[in-house]
């Protein structure tokens, strides 16, 4: 069998079936270490490293076309910063308003059960007078938490007041 290049009748090697040349092109990357494999190098496909495994990998099975896309990346798309009053109102309303906006909402809420816990009390029994004083003592914790509400506004609105002269 001469195609085969064996001779099988006495088990020798012929060299009559020896090709010169290789019939696709082959590439061979050498690297000092297999480190560059590793799972701590190469999990996250940003790190340079592994987008230069990744790159070699697609250059050796012939899809340099990878390549290319893969090294453009993703560029940071950062916000422009903006300054002026409006900018220093928002902050401020972020870090005082929405505070005091939430306080607000809460006292108006509490306000709403006390009336209606009191409109029941008077429905089903007029003469009864132990929530006169929790109601009393409630009104007046309202009444100094809508005070502090009405200072903690009146002080952001002066520190607005500040940062709107120094711009």
Same mark, same amino acid.
């Given at each position: 069998?001469?195609?085969?290049?064996? &001779?099988?009748?006495?088990?020798?090697?012929?060299?009559?079936?020896?090709?010169?040349?290789?019939?696709? =092109?082959?590439?061979?990357?050498?690297?000092?270490?297999?480190?560059?494999?590793?799972?701590?190098?190469?999990?996250? /496909?940003?790190?340079? !490293?592994?987008?230069?495994?990744? $790159?070699?990998? *697609?250059?050796?099975?012939? &899809?340099?076309?990878?390549?290319?896309?893969? @090294?453009?990346?993703?560029?940071?798309?950062?916000?422009? @910063?903006? =300054?002026?009053?409006?900018?220093?109102?928002?902050?401020?309303? $972020?870090?005082?308003?929405?505070?005091?906006?939430?306080?607000?909402?809460?006292? !108006?809420?509490?306000?709403?059960?006390?009336?209606?816990?009191?409109? !029941?009390?008077?429905?089903? $029994?007029?003469? *009864?007078?132990?929530?006169? *004083? $929790? !109601?009393?003592? &409630?009104?007046?914790?309202?009444?100094?938490?809508?005070?502090? /509400?009405? =200072? &903690?506004?009146?002080?952001? =609105?002066?520190?607005?007041?500040?940062?709107?002269? /120094? *711009?």
């Amino acid at each position: 069998s001469s195609e085969t290049g064996t &001779a099988e009748s006495t088990g020798e090697l012929a060299v009559s079936a020896h090709l010169s040349s290789s019939i696709q =092109k082959g590439k061979i990357f050498v690297c000092a270490s297999s480190y560059i494999t590793t799972p701590q190098l190469i999990n996250d /496909a940003t790190q340079p !490293i592994s987008i230069f495994v990744r $790159n070699v990998t *697609d250059y050796m099975n012939g &899809a340099e076309e990878l390549c290319t896309m893969r @090294t453009k990346g993703l560029s940071e798309n950062s916000l422009t @910063t903006v =300054k002026g009053t409006l900018v220093t109102f928002m902050q401020l309303f $972020n870090q005082y308003g929405l505070a005091v906006l939430v306080i607000i909402i809460a006292l !108006i809420i509490w306000r709403f059960r006390v009336a209606r816990r009191r409109a !029941i009390r008077l429905t089903y $029994n007029a003469d *009864d007078t132990r929530d006169d *004083d $929790n !109601i009393r003592v &409630a009104e007046q914790t309202a009444k100094k938490l809508a005070e502090e /509400a009405e =200072k &903690a506004a009146a002080k952001a =609105k002066k520190l607005a007041n500040k940062k709107g002269d /120094a *711009d």
